[in-house]
């Protein structure tokens, strides 16, 4: 069952994190312009559930632990965003190197920072922190399938053991692809950009 949580009126980091020594693989996304609304997901991550349980209940979803685990992909939709900072870090978190992508805003008074990472989904080896400024009539939901979801005790050792063996570990792809090999761009696309033939 699909599942959409508002989590506004929550700092989104003290909801959305990963309490259980776990670390999560964001999906993003590179507008020109990330003004307005922003979205992106993650996967492996832990959602803190005390402020939301009568949101779940009225969507047919009974959960009695405080927290729920989700390692299959979670979207997250944050709406009025006025910008964010970036920060890519490549090997080891405190010495690697890092790069920083940025999208100019100005702070103004109310205005609510949303923070997260994870390892990047599109580069082995990357780290991704994550900061998005939004403005204070801003809006956050968060979106999973109940099937990929599993609820949790952060204190219970069988709990939080339970969750690792759900973990899911995102696999790079080292393959080129169809379009940069050689052969296959020859066979099915000859020398135009249609496509000839089945595969």
Known sequence: MKLSVDIHKEE???VVGTDIEVISTIFLNFPSDINGVYEFELMNSVINLD???????????QIKDSSLFVFGKMKIRIEGVKG???????GDYRIGRKQYHTWPYTLEKGDIVCMCGGNLSFL???????????????????TF????????DI???????????????????ISPGKMFNF???????????????NE
Request: net charge negative; glycine share 4%.
């Open 124 to 142: 082995a080896g990357y780290y991704a922190s994550v900061i998005i400024v939004a403005e204070g009539n801003h809006r956050v939901t968060l």
């Open 183 to 197: 052969e296959i761009f020859q066979e099915y696309l000859s020398a135009g950009r249609k496509v000839i033939k």
């Open 12 to 14: 989104f980091d003290s």
């Open 84 to 90: 964010a900072d970036f920060k890519f870090i490549e």
């Open 51 to 61: 402020s939301f349980r009568d949101q779940m209940e009225e969507q047919g979803f």
């Open 145 to 152: 399938d109940t099937d990929e979801a599993l609820p949790i």
């Open 155 to 173: 204190f219970n050792k069988d709990s939080t053991t339970r969750a690792h063996s759900k973990v899911i570990e995102y696999e790079h792809t």
